[in-house]
């Protein structure tokens, strides 16, 4: 479905920043001032000393310096720790977006019913077995208790 989300017109706006990324022209771009793409976050930030770091260059903006830094302070490789700014930044972005997102997505689902129908009957379809096997044995585990609810709810309805 996220495919299809894709095709619709909805673009991830990290994709295509990475995508961006990858060019290899320099991520400065002018917008009432000089600004620079973060290559962590893929975040245009004003080139200014709020947003920047220059003694510690320019391949990643303050905030992201940051988590960097916590990361390695929890004993990260620099490796993971990247990673970890990343996904610090991922997240608020996810967080800001969140809104626009789920309503793009709830308009795409509600223009496009068929298709969620049809995944959804393709994907019980291919799930079958494990979803009964899941039931049966939450059945199975939970039998005397189910019953005793039972029992009690038809004594109650005998005693009304
Ligand atoms: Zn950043």
Redesign the pocket.
């Not at 973060?38 to 975040?43: A, F, G, K, M, P």
């Not at 990643?60 to 992201?64: F, L, S, V």
């Given at each position: 479905m996220t495919a299809d989300l894709y095709r619709a017109g909805y673009s991830s706006g990290y994709a295509a920043g990475r995508r961006a990324a990858n060019r290899t022209h320099l991520p400065v771009r002018w917008r009432d001032g000089y600004e620079m793409r973060?290559?962590?976050?893929?975040?245009w930030?004003p080139l200014d000393e709020e947003n920047w770091v220059p003694r510690l260059g320019m391949a990643?903006?303050?905030?992201?310096w940051r988590a960097y830094k916590a990361a390695k302070q929890r004993g990260y490789t620099a490796e993971d720790a990247a990673k970890a700014?990343r996904n610090e930044?991922q997240r608020a972005r996810y967080h800001a977006n969140r809104r626009r997102y789920n309503e793009a997505a709830r308009a795409w689902r509600a223009k496009n019913r068929e298709k969620v129908a049809a995944y959804n009957a393709k994907y019980r379809a291919e799930h079958r077995e494990e979803t009964l096997a899941r039931s049966r044995a939450y059945y199975a585990e939970a039998r005397p208790v189910i019953l005793a609810k039972k029992r009690a709810a038809h004594r109650g309805e005998a005693a009304a």
């Open positions: 973060c290559s962590t976050c893929l975040e930030w990643r903006c303050r905030a992201c700014a930044a």
